[in-house]
């Protein structure tokens, strides 16, 4: 006879061990890789197109020759002191336009009867072809401002962005907060001050971190165009091109490419830092 099956000898049960896939490997992943991957996949199609593609002109340069570039302390002592001229020409637009940005944003607030005003002058900014105006900036900064057309396109690419997102941010504070303040004899002015500006902070700061590589961007247009005197970045591109330096004109997009980027990480960066809440990392990077 059989003994009999007891509750503790009964085979238990389980469920079966579902495989693992390659989508949930690739998001246990550090973000890093990610970007490793993402760089050796354009280096790699770089150099295809090098090799194939305008061979005869050589209008793409192959990697090792930008690289060279990238690893010359010549080349990099003309870009940086050609750089210093475009980095002041552009932050000064930038702080410029800013404020005036601002400056409309808690006017219309204040004085709501503005709002269609400001809205459409912001709206205008954003519709002039830069390029149409900036040579006629060039003319009228003349001699006496080599940079005045730089910072002016610096200024007018960040105005639209930042009205926008200091409106939004305006208008996102609390009613309740507000009606408090105003319980209390509050008036709009005290309400800017205590509860909007601070509800504002997150949509603004994304603001500025969009507006600052728009600011360089304008301002490299700019001397593209003519501005920024004998010492900038858009005077350097203008040499490279007439001398048909393909590599040169890449390792310059390359290096104005990387700075805009890291204004805009810059930006955000301090963002994430004065408001932590707005990210839900508790203060933490």
């Known amino acids: 006879m059989s003994a009999p099956v007891t509750a503790s000898s009964a085979p238990v049960p389980t469920a079966p061990v579902a495989p693992t896939s390659l989508r949930t490997r690739v998001d246990g992943l550090p973000t890093w890789v990610g970007g ?6 354009i280096i790699v199609i770089w ?5 194939t593609l305008f061979t005869a002109s050589g209008a793409i340069p192959y990697p090792g020759a930008v690289l060279a570039k990238l690893f010359s302390a010549t080349t990099w002592t003309d870009t940086l002191g050609n750089l210093t001229g475009t980095l002041a020409a552009a932050g ?3 702080l410029i336009g800013n404020v005036v940005a601002l400056l409309l944003a808690a006017l219309v607030l204040l004085v709501p009867q503005l709002e269609q005003v400001a809205t459409q002058m912001a709206i205008v900014t954003y519709c002039l072809p830069l390029v149409a105006i900036g040579p ?10 080599p940079q005045g057309a730089s910072v002016a396109l610096a200024a ?14 305006l208008r996102a504070a609390p009613r309740t907060s507000l009606d408090v303040i105003a319980a209390y004899g509050g008036s709009r002015l005290t309400q800017l001050r205590k509860v909007q500006i601070i509800a504002a902070l997150p949509n ?21 165009l003519g501005s920024g005197g004998d010492r900038s970045l858009g005077r350097a591109l203008i040499a490279a091109q007439s001398n048909s330096d393909a590599p040169q ?24 830092f004065v408001t932590p809440w707005s990210s839900g990392s508790g203060g933490q990077l």
Do not use: M, Q
């Open 156 to 169: 007018l690419s960040v105005f639209f962005t930042t009205v926008v997102g200091a409106l939004l941010g």
């Open 136 to 145: 006629i900036l060039v003319i009228v900064a003349g001699r006496d401002a």
């Open 47 to 51: 150099w295809i197109a090098s090799r």
């Open 92 to 94: 000064e637009g930038y």
């Open 249 to 272: 004109l890449w390792f310059l997009a390359l290096v104005s490419g990387a700075v805009a980027g890291l204004a805009y990480a810059l930006i955000g960066l301090v963002g994430r």
């Open 204 to 224: 603004l700061f994304a603001a500025l971190k969009i507006a600052a590589p728009a600011a360089f961007l304008g301002a490299v247009l700019a001397e593209y």
């Open 36 to 41: 490793i991957v993402g760089v050796v996949a």
